[in-house]
């Protein structure tokens, strides 16, 4: 099977790139960070391939890191995630950050991710907790967020922020227990003002 593909990018969108290589135009499924990483079009690419073989179709899923892939494929593994899941997965979550909080059960994190509910979560938890260790990302990297935090973050996506942008700009406070929802969120709000 295609394990991996270099060529030139002849077209690019947030799930999607084709490649030509040898003439031939590869369609490869990409995740958005995937995507914020591509080079120009007309410019040469390397992807690391995950070949996704059904009964009815051929799909190819492409990284531009090794590591990736890794985690697409351990995703793979856990009951009830097909690829185009894994895909969302790895779109909504930082890779580190996701290995930080399936290895320090924190299943709250993983379930702001579209497409992950709660069972979803605890299943990827359970099955690939002590399955990770060789991304060499710590267990503690994630805290559970207060629920004063989660408010705050939710009040910011409301208002039309991202909520990775909104998440960044509270991490950006520093220690932040205590606090009310009405200061945190004005000094949330004035981070990303900055």
Excluded: C, W
């Excluded at 990018?9 to 958005?32: E, F, M, R, W």
């Excluded at 924190?106 to 991710?113: D, G």
């Excluded at 069972?119 to 359970?126: C, F, I, S």
């Excluded at 009310?180 to 990303?192: E, I, P, Y």
Aim: proline share 5%; charged share 20%; hydrophobic share 50%.
């Amino acid at each position: 099977m295609i394990a991996h593909l270099r060529g030139r990018l002849i077209s690019k969108h947030p799930n999607q790139a084709i490649v030509d290589a040898g003439g031939v135009g590869y369609d490869v499924t990409i995740s958005v960070p995937t995507f914020s990483e591509l080079p120009a079009l007309s410019v040469e690419v390397s992807f690391f391939i995950h070949t996704h073989v059904r009964e009815d179709a051929l799909a190819l899923f492409g990284f531009l890191r090794a590591g990736e892939k890794q985690l697409f494929e351990k995703l793979l593994s856990v009951s009830g995630i097909g690829p185009k899941l894994a895909i969302t997965i790895l779109s909504g979550m930082p890779v580190d950050a996701m290995i930080a909080a399936i290895k320090g059960n924190n299943v709250a994190a993983l379930t702001r991710v579209p497409g992950i509910g709660k069972k979803t979560a605890e299943r990827m938890v359970l099955e690939l907790r002590d399955k990770l260790d060789a991304f060499g990302v710590p267990a503690d990297t994630v805290t559970a967020a207060s629920p004063v935090e989660d408010d705050v973050v939710s009040a910011l996506v409301n208002l039309g922020y991202q909520r990775p942008m909104a998440e960044r700009a509270l991490a950006k406070l520093g220690d932040v227990s205590g606090q009310s929802f009405d200061s945190l969120f004005r000094k949330a709000m004035a981070a990303l003002a900055k």
